[in-house]
């Protein structure tokens, strides 16, 4: 089961582009890497996954190297509201084996 | 889609009293269903792995006989905390495994139930 490694916390103003890396270095060849977002007292909520290169959706991109031991959550333009704790998360797409480390609490500043 | 539901959001409790936490799949069907504890400004830990028609199968450390689980159907798992001590409050989160051509193959999680023993 691939560890990650992220941040504990970081801050960022209104409006500025966030970015968060992560490190799995004992990734396996059948793990995806995924992200979640969790505000205070609600469930995680999934943001991106990926494989490998870059993904993007309508509210983040995901950058994966070639080598896969590491990946950059990227927040756009980030608001108040995305003040969150998000988490990366590293295993075979489905697998039960979730392990969910300390996160990164991001605090966005007015 | 892929709502996941919980009742209650929240509960209180006398120490010694047993709660039942129920967790819905909505709108699709979920052979697995996942219980994870999450104590304040720490992260989410799995309890136990639950799927349908079958025994749950609890982490390491994780008491069976506490923490009863039931996935009777499709659509619900059930969490009863039995016996419940203060050192049990806790915020529980649930999960729902998606599968198939219309969801991604992940866990869609639910809004949680924050438990108080008094």
């Known amino acids: 089961l691939a560890k990650t490694t992220q941040p504990i916390s970081m801050d960022s103003y209104e409006g500025q582009e966030v970015n968060i890396t992560c490190s799995h270095n004992?990734?396996?060849?059948?793990?995806?890497i995924t992200w979640y977002q969790q505000f205070p007292s609600q469930g995680p909520r999934f943001i991106i996954q990926g494989y490998k290169t870059k993904v993007t959706n309508e509210v983040a991109s995901l950058f994966i190297p070639a080598d896969r031991k590491s990946s950059t959550l990227s927040l756009p333009r980030v608001s108040l509201s995305d003040t969150a704790v998000y988490y990366c998360?590293?295993?075979?797409?489905?697998?039960?084996?979730?392990?969910f480390g300390t996160g990164t609490r991001l605090t966005v500043i007015p | 889609g892929a709502v996941v539901s919980q009742h209650p959001s929240w509960v209180i409790c006398k120490s010694g009293t047993s709660v039942k936490i129920e967790c819905r799949s909505l709108?699709?069907?979920?052979?697995?269903m996942f219980w994870y504890r999450q104590f304040p400004k720490q992260s989410l830990m799995l309890m136990a792995t639950s799927n349908e028609g079958s025994k749950a199968t609890y982490e390491q450390g994780v008491e069976k006989d506490k923490f009863l689980i039931n996935h009777a159907s499709l659509t619900l798992s059930t969490l009863t905390v039995t016996s419940a001590h203060p050192e049990d409050s806790s915020f529980y989160i649930c999960?729902?495994?998606?599968?198939?051509?219309?969801?991604?193959?992940?866990?869609?999680f639910g809004p949680g139930t924050r438990l108080t023993v008094l």
């Open positions: 709108d699709f069907q979920a052979t697995t």
């Open positions: 999960s729902a495994l998606g599968s198939g051509l219309t969801l991604r193959d992940e866990q869609f």
């Open positions: 998360l590293v295993g075979e797409a489905g697998a039960n084996n979730l392990f």
């Open positions: 004992n990734i396996a060849t059948n793990d995806y």
